[in-house]
């Protein structure tokens, strides 16, 4: 099994960008298949960013052309650059990972993933 700990979320003014890390440990083969995700408070938690196993990038049109989302399999770690931030990305972040796929599509599904971080807060103000 594969253990997720976020890290690198904080406040910063509109505009401004952040990086965020998702360290896994435990099974940490290149093949398992990890996503970002968000969750605002009174929302349902929100698909942002997934990677396939040919390292294809799939985004949500919230996110499209200011996020990027990367991994070092090296340090079996999954990282997401936000950029030109907005108070509507405030929400805590999550990593999620499935080690039971031979193929990772790079869903942003929540029902695609086994596995979740402790969540890291992102707070964006105006």
């Known amino acids: 099994q594969v253990q997720l700990v976020e890290s690198g979320g904080g406040s910063v003014q509109s505009g401004g960008s952040l990086r965020l890390s998702c360290a896994a440990s435990?099974?940490?083969?290149?093949?398992?298949?990890m996503a970002w995700f968000r969750q605002a408070p009174g929302k349902q938690r929100e698909g942002l960013a997934g990677?396939?196993?040919?390292?294809?990038?799939n985004y949500a049109d919230s996110v499209k052309g200011r996020f990027t989302i990367s991994k070092d399999n090296a340090k079996s770690t999954l990282y997401l650059q936000m950029n030109r931030l907005k108070p509507e990305d405030t929400a805590i972040y999550y990593c999620a990972a499935n080690t039971a796929y031979d193929y990772c599509s790079g869903s942003i599904r929540t029902y695609s993933y086994n596995t979740w971080g402790q969540g890291t807060q992102v707070t964006v103000s105006s």
């Open positions: 990677l396939d196993t040919f390292g294809r990038t």
């Open positions: 435990g099974h940490t083969s290149s093949s398992v298949c």
